[in-house]
């Protein structure tokens, strides 16, 4: 019954955690879309910047096309010109 117990004080614990870094996920999401908002980019820059953001830089031109349902030939051309504005380094 104790082994019980605490496991299920652990799993509360580990719950709790789990929500607490989803929280902070959130929070640091919203602060990067405000600072992404806030450049002076049109919004397909913003959106294809807020995704290499998000994934760390540790995503592909056709993973990003496909979430910004644009073609991978236009989000390199788009972060080129990032590249170019100074936003981005490539």
Known sequence: RKVY????????????AKMYVESLMARVRQQCIKLIDGLDLDPV?????FE?????GEITTEEVAEKCKISEEDIIQTLRTLEKKGV???
Request: charged share 45%; net charge positive.
């Open 5 to 16: 117990r605490d496991l299920r004080e652990e799993l509360s614990r580990l719950r709790q």
């Open 45 to 49: 820059e913003k959106r294809v910047l």
């Open 52 to 56: 290499v953001v998000i994934a760390g």
């Open 88 to 90: 981005v380094r490539l």
